[in-house]
Nanobody, 119 residues
Framework: QVQLVESGGGLVQAGGSLRLSCAAS????????MGWYRKAPGKQRELAARIFSGGTTNYADSVKGRFTISTDNAKNTVYLQMNSLKPEDTAVYYC?????????????WGQGTQVTVSS
């Protein structure tokens, strides 16, 4: 099992920036991808951004050009730089890691960090 510790959420005005961090630790495994999902009140959880082990990235259309996902492989940490934030970005953001251990594929989740963007 992989443990994920998130940090960096908070309250910011529209147009502002926040940087989320997620550090992974735990048993030996091969990470396939790390990403950030978000869940706004009354909505389903959705992918915000994801980065694969080879460096390929995916972004939700709503965050393209504003959010940037990156990793520090030496620290097993994934970051989400969020710029030009909008009130509709308000959500709980969850870190996710998809990894292989033995012959199985797993998904583990962080506890979530609240991001609130005021208008």
């Amino acid at each position: 099992q992989v443990q994920l510790v998130e940090s960096g959420g908070g309250l910011v005005q529209a147009g502002g920036s926040l940087r989320l961090s997620c550090a992974a630790s735990g048993s030996s495994c091969s990470i396939n991808a790390m990403g950030w999902y978000r869940k706004a009140p009354g909505k389903q959880r959705e992918l915000a951004a994801r980065i694969f082990s080879g460096g390929t990235t995916n972004y939700a259309d709503s965050v393209k050009g504003r959010f940037t996902i990156s990793t520090d492989n030496a620290k097993n940490t994934v970051y989400l730089q969020m710029n030009s934030l909008k009130p509709e970005d308000t959500a709980v953001y969850y870190c996710n890691v998809n990894y292989r251990s033995g012959f199985k594929i797993y998904d583990d989740w962080g506890q979530g960090t609240q991001v609130t963007v005021s208008s």
